[in-house]
C-alpha cells in the first residue's frame, strides 16, 4: 500500500527560529510532491510543490527533496505564531495524475 | 475571485436519511475531487472527476455516490447515512495541466446521529 509518513508532532520552536518538517513516501515512482497547510477548522492551502531533487525556495518557505531517499521536507525559516498550523505533505501516486495521497500531518506550534 | 465553494457548511442528520452535499468552482478547473478527513486518519479520497463524462471510485467510495453536473458542479450524496460517516468533507479541484495541485473547498461538517 502507497504511504506518506509524517510525525505528528506537535512541533514547537521559538519565534525567529527555522522550523523543519519532514515526509517519507513509500512508492519510487512518485514525481510530485507537495506541502499543504491546514488551519484549525480550516481547508488544506498549497503552500509549496517540488518535482526535482533538490531545494526550492519560496519567501521564508524552503521544500527539498530527494528521491533516491524518497524523503522530503519543509523548512520555515523566521517561524512566526501566524505559521501554528498543521502542514500536510502529499505525493501522486500515479503517472495519470489522479490522486494524490496525503500524509496525516505535523502540527507546528511556534511560541512568541 | 475564482473560488471552490461548499453547501452545507455544516449537517446534522440522523441515521438512514439521504443527504447530499454540493461543490462549485468558479476556477475553470476541469478535475473535481471529494475527500474526507477524520481526525488520526487524514485526508482520504472518496470519489474523483476528470470531466463531466468522467468519474472514478478513490480510496473509501462505499457508502457514498457522486453526480458532476457540470464542469463546474460536483456533488457528493450519502444514500443512507451511517454514524461512522460522521466527518469533515472537502471539495478540491485542479487543472489538467498542472494536475497535482489541488485546490480545496471551505469544507462541509457533517454529523450523523
Known amino acids: 500500500q502507497k504511504e506518506v509518513e509524517q510525525n505528528s508532532g506537535p512541533l514547537s520552536v521559538p519565534e525567529g527560529a527555522i522550523a523543519s518538517l519532514n515526509c517519507t513516501y513509500s512508492?519510487?515512482?512518485?514525481?510530485?510532491f507537495f506541502w499543504y497547510r491546514q488551519y484549525s477548522g480550516k481547508s488544506p492551502e498549497l503552500i509549496m510543490s517540488?518535482?526535482?531533487?533538490g531545494d526550492k525556495e519560496d519567501g521564508r518557505f524552503t521544500a527539498q527533496l530527494n528521491k533516491a531517499s524518497q524523503y522530503v521536507s519543509l523548512l520555515i525559516r523566521d517561524s512566526q505564531p501566524s505559521d501554528s498550523a498543521t502542514y500536510l505533505c502529499?505525493?501522486?501516486?500515479?503517472?495519470?495524475?489522479?490522486?494524490?495521497?496525503f500524509g496525516k500531518g505535523t502540527t507546528l506550534s511556534v511560541s512568541s | 475571485d475564482a473560488d471552490v465553494t461548499q453547501t452545507p457548511r455544516n449537517r446534522i442528520t440522523k441515521t438512514g436519511k439521504r443527504i447530499m452535499l454540493e461543490c462549485s468552482q468558479t476556477?475553470?478547473?476541469?478535475?473535481m475531487y471529494w475527500y474526507r478527513q477524520d481526525p488520526g486518519l487524514g485526508l482520504r479520497l472518496i470519489y474523483y472527476?476528470?470531466?463531466?463524462?468522467?468519474?472514478n471510485k478513490g480510496e473509501i467510495s462505499d457508502g457514498y455516490s457522486v453526480s458532476r453536473q457540470a464542469q463546474a458542479k460536483f456533488s457528493l450524496s450519502l444514500e443512507s447515512a451511517i454514524p461512522n460517516q460522521t466527518a469533515l468533507y472537502f471539495c478540491?479541484?485542479?487543472?489538467?495541466?498542472?494536475?497535482?495541485?489541488?485546490?480545496f473547498g471551505p469544507g462541509t461538517r457533517l454529523t450523523v446521529t
Open positions: 472527476s476528470f470531466d463531466v463524462k468522467d468519474i
Open positions: 517540488i518535482y526535482s531533487n
Open positions: 502529499a505525493v501522486n501516486i500515479n503517472q495519470a495524475g489522479t490522486a494524490l495521497i
Open positions: 478540491a479541484t485542479s487543472d489538467t495541466r498542472k494536475a497535482y495541485e489541488q485546490y
Open positions: 512508492d519510487r515512482v512518485s514525481q510530485s
Open positions: 476556477k475553470g478547473h476541469d478535475r
